[in-house]
């Protein structure tokens, strides 16, 4: 009998047919998508011109994120020219083509893998395609996603099915309990760094070990959502009690005798014992400290305790061009401690970091505190959903009596599609997951981090390690 990964397992079970002799080219069949504004505009615009009409309408959700202002003020009326047109054409297409729409007045509105997840709308052995290379995200629940471009978008619209080429199997084991002020967050930057940000090109990762199966299913999705950050096309974390506990409370999942078959079919979804993987990493967790980017790269980040490394210690010219650009970009040298850095901005918020359970752990450390002076912190929840369930718990007034500005959901200063934009020159603590050149506005610098080493970072005005902070000490 052939040993499966788990990944190869969804592969075939979706596959339609075929495309080579060997089957490494399949059309596959996908399970459910979900579109946003800025990436399905030709898409539908293929369709209308083709006379295509959506295959299955109910299997895909439209929902406005990446341009809209989070700005509370003018949710209503928006007026920005060129997104107010974006997000009025994402509503007709969604209007003419039957598909359900979570608009900027809708009480689900919120950031496409926020909401997908908090709906149950994603479920172990599916496979979904989606707009945004964070689809990966979905694979927290045992399935597998993954981003295509909008020609695939359009395809998939009229057909269900998208051509796809196979990916070879990592396996990444995380064992060992975490130290205090480590999470998720750090894992992954920790294997982003080990492998490199394209250490996971042409691959898809499973996610297993000790430390692995102890995250919470937010946790797990920070794992996944960023494991596209080394090249990944697909990260999956095999479903497991807490998984199924997960999705018993949200208000789409199965229920009663199809919720029983299901979790029964769940249960069988795990690589086989022995099932080869075509590379392997192992990771000790008593490794990790809370990680911080230093340079424009999510694989050129250290330890908080860390200086930033000499040039000389980079291998290969291109390498060390590539450090030597990230430092002249950032406005850092070698040898800087990273604690040192002082910040303009402290950000939270984005599909990777900014569910429920990220913004308990940052005002934990915000409360009794306030943001330095200098700083302009912003907090944008995931979802309405995720900020109606913050302001019940208080959450949400100990970030704006530190002195964040509390948000409306969207994608926000993520990335910089829409007014919440870091000014050229300027230094921001993030909670995101990409620190690319530019990313967050024009010469914007950005330094990764989990949530709580934000709001730590908010806090001292500099960029400090979250251990050092004392519970109820102004530092």
Same mark, same amino acid.
């Given at each position: 009998?052939?040993?499966?990964?788990?990944?190869?397992?969804?592969?075939?079970?979706? %596959?339609? /047919?075929?495309?080579?002799?060997?089957?490494?080219?399949?059309?596959?069949?996908?399970?459910?998508?979900?579109?946003?504004?800025?990436?399905?505009?030709?898409?539908?615009?293929?369709?209308?011109?083709?006379?295509?009409?959506?295959?299955?309408?109910?299997?895909?959700?439209?929902?406005?994120?990446?341009? !809209?202002?989070? /700005?509370?003020?003018?949710?209503?009326?928006?007026?920005?020219?060129? /997104?107010?047109?974006?997000?009025?054409?994402?509503?007709?297409?969604?209007?003419?083509?039957?598909?359900?729409?979570?608009?900027?007045?809708?009480?689900?509105?919120?950031?496409?893998?926020?909401?997908?997840?908090?709906?149950?709308?994603?479920?172990?052995?599916?496979?979904?395609?989606?707009?945004?290379?964070?689809?990966?995200?979905?694979?927290?629940?045992?399935?597998?996603?993954?981003?295509?471009?909008?020609?695939?978008?359009?395809? $998939?619209?009229?057909?269900?099915?998208?051509?796809?080429?196979?990916?070879?199997?990592?396996?990444?084991?995380?064992?060992?309990?975490?130290? =205090?002020?480590?999470?998720?967050?750090?894992?992954?930057?920790?294997?982003?760094?080990?492998?490199?940000?394209?250490?996971?090109?042409?691959?898809?990762?499973?996610?297993?070990?000790?430390?692995? /199966?102890?995250? @919470?299913?937010?946790?797990?999705?920070?794992? &996944?959502?960023?494991?596209?950050? &080394?090249?990944?096309?697909?990260?999956?974390?095999?479903?497991?009690?807490?998984?199924?506990?997960?999705?018993?409370?949200?208000?789409?999942?199965?229920?009663?005798?199809?919720?029983?078959?299901?979790?029964?079919?769940?249960?069988?979804?795990?690589?086989?014992?022995?099932?080869?993987?075509?590379?392997?990493?192992?990771?000790?967790?008593?490794?990790?400290?809370?990680? =911080?980017?230093?340079?424009? @790269?999510?694989? +050129?980040?250290?330890?908080?305790? +860390?200086?930033?490394?000499?040039?000389?210690?980079?291998?290969?010219?291109?390498?060390? !061009?590539?450090?030597?650009?990230?430092?002249?970009?950032?406005?850092?040298?070698?040898?800087?401690?990273?604690?040192?850095?002082?910040?303009?901005?402290?950000?939270?918020?984005?599909? %990777?970091?900014?569910?429920?359970?990220?913004?308990?752990?940052?005002?934990?450390?915000?409360?009794?505190?306030?943001?330095?002076?200098?700083?302009?912190?912003? =907090?944008?929840?995931?979802?309405?959903? =995720?900020?109606?369930?913050?302001?019940?718990?208080?959450?949400?007034?100990?970030?704006?009596?530190?002195?964040?500005?509390?948000?409306? @959901?969207?994608?926000?200063? &993520?990335?910089?599609?829409?007014?919440?934009?870091?000014?050229?020159?300027?230094? &921001?603590?993030?909670?995101?997951?990409?620190?690319?050149?530019?990313?967050?506005?024009?010469?914007?610098?950005?330094?990764?981090?989990?949530?709580?080493?934000?709001?730590?970072?908010?806090?001292?005005?500099?960029?400090?390690?979250?251990?050092?902070?004392?519970?109820?000490?102004? $530092?």
């Amino acid at each position: 009998m052939i040993q499966r990964t788990l990944y190869d397992k969804l592969v075939d079970s979706h %596959t339609v /047919r075929k495309l080579d002799e060997a089957g490494n080219e399949v059309l596959l069949y996908i399970d459910r998508t979900v579109l946003n504004e800025y990436t399905s505009p030709q898409a539908f615009s293929g369709l209308r011109e083709a006379g295509r009409k959506v295959f299955r309408p109910q299997a895909a959700l439209g929902v406005v994120d990446h341009v !809209n202002s989070t /700005r509370p003020a003018i949710r209503k009326a928006q007026s920005l020219e060129n /997104r107010d047109r974006q997000i009025s054409y994402f509503g007709e297409n969604c209007r003419d083509f039957d598909i359900e729409l979570f608009d900027l007045l809708h009480p689900n509105q919120g950031i496409e893998h926020v909401v997908m997840t908090e709906l149950g709308l994603v479920l172990p052995g599916m496979v979904f395609a989606a707009g945004d290379s964070h689809t990966t995200t979905y694979g927290a629940f045992g399935s597998l996603g993954f981003g295509i471009g909008t020609s695939d978008i359009e395809h $998939y619209l009229a057909t269900q099915t998208l051509a796809y080429t196979r990916l070879r199997t990592m396996l990444i084991t995380v064992n060992g309990p975490l130290s =205090v002020g480590n999470t998720a967050k750090d894992i992954i930057m920790a294997v982003i760094r080990r492998i490199g940000a394209d250490g996971a090109t042409g691959f898809a990762i499973e996610f297993a070990g000790s430390t692995i /199966r102890q995250l @919470s299913m937010e946790g797990r999705m920070t794992i &996944c959502n960023m494991a596209v950050e &080394c090249g990944a096309r697909g990260a999956i974390v095999a479903p497991d009690d807490r998984t199924f506990e997960y999705l018993s409370a949200l208000p789409r999942s199965p229920s009663g005798s199809l919720w029983d078959t299901a979790v029964s079919n769940w249960q069988t979804l795990s690589s086989d014992p022995g099932a080869p993987f075509d590379k392997t990493v192992e990771i000790d967790a008593a490794d990790i400290e809370p990680m =911080v980017t230093w340079g424009t @790269s999510p694989d +050129q980040a250290i330890p908080v305790t +860390q200086a930033i490394p000499a040039l000389d210690s980079f291998q290969g010219a291109e390498e060390r !061009n590539h450090a030597e650009r990230a430092l002249a970009y950032m406005g850092l040298r070698p040898g800087m401690h990273m604690t040192s850095i002082r910040i303009d901005w402290a950000f939270i918020g984005s599909c %990777t970091n900014a569910r429920l359970e990220d913004l308990r752990s940052a005002s934990s450390v915000l409360k009794g505190r306030k943001v330095a002076d200098g700083v302009r912190a912003i =907090v944008v929840p995931g979802s309405s959903e =995720v900020s109606r369930q913050a302001e019940a718990e208080g959450i949400a007034r100990i970030f704006m009596d530190a002195g964040f500005e509390w948000r409306q @959901s969207g994608c926000s200063m &993520c990335l910089a599609m829409n007014d919440d934009i870091v000014p050229a020159g300027e230094r &921001c603590a993030s909670s995101t997951n990409r620190n690319f050149e530019g990313r967050q506005g024009f010469n914007s610098r950005t330094h990764l981090m989990s949530p709580a080493m934000v709001a730590a970072a908010a806090v001292c005005g500099h960029i400090c390690d979250i251990r050092d902070m004392e519970p109820g000490s102004a $530092y």
